[in-house]
């Protein structure tokens, strides 16, 4: 009987430290998510005003809680937040650090993903087209946050201890992810990739061809 009064005392502990703290952290994502949807808002106000070709895309849908969709010219950005709280793996650099050596709270996270898509893929509903992950955004219980990612965000945001989610910080973010998806181009598919179609997918699609399309390789999880 002592032995289960043991386990019941362990998991009530767990329930009140590890448990809390994760729902700690999804509630400073969901903080940081939204001041993320509102800081594309005020990004798409301030540059769209200097755009002159109506042909040029730039507008935000949100699609659910948990998802936004930008669509910025020839590309679509998604930006989604995960449901979960994950623990950094322990080779991670960032273990390095006295922020997470001190407090192995610190250590764990919610996460934002920021997908690149080609924006017809959207339009036309293509399914079998790929988009990359070109970012991620970790947020801990403090709202401190760190950045993995492709260009600008691969190395400006990666210590947690003095990255915060202060306003010009998701502004920089932003920018640099708008940055990232607007210089990189489709590239053509080998010809032996297209040489070849079925009569069903030249009736289904037209023009389109139900072939695959991609971005250039970006960051993979």
């Known amino acids: 009987m002592k032995k289960l009064e043991t386990n019941r005392q362990t998991i009530l502990n767990l329930l009140e430290s590890k448990s809390k703290l994760k729902q700690d952290i999804s509630q400073e994502t969901h903080k940081v998510f939204l001041k993320i949807k509102s800081t594309i808002e005020e990004e798409i106000v301030a540059i769209k005003p200097s755009i002159n070709d109506d042909r ?12 936004l969709k930008v669509m910025i010219g020839s590309d679509a950005l998604i930006f989604h937040m995960h449901s979960n709280v994950f623990r950094l793996q322990d080779e991670h650099e960032a273990w390095n650090g006295k922020y997470l050596k001190e407090n192995q ?37 403090e709202s401190h946050i760190m950045v993995e990612g492709e260009g600008q965000l691969g190395f400006l945001f990666k210590d947690p201890e003095t990255n915060t989610s202060e306003p010009q910080v998701l502004k920089h973010i932003i ?12 590239l053509t598919p080998p010809y032996e990739m297209v040489e070849e179609i079925t009569l069903a997918q030249i009736l289904e699609i037209s023009a389109d061809l139900q072939m695959k399309t991609s971005k250039r390789m970006g960051f993979k999880q």
Not at 175 to 186: E, M, N, P, V, Y
Request: charged fraction near 20%.
């Open 175 to 186: 920018q640099s992810s708008f940055s990232h998806a607007l210089d990189f181009d489709l």
């Open 56 to 67: 040029i895309r730039l507008h935000a849908e949100e699609r659910g809680d948990n998802e």
């Open 105 to 141: 709270s610190n250590g764990y996270f919610g996460i934002i993903n920021i997908y690149n898509f080609l924006a017809d893929s959207f339009i036309y509903s293509r399914l079998n087209d790929s988009g990359f992950l070109i970012g991620r955004i970790f947020v801990n219980h």
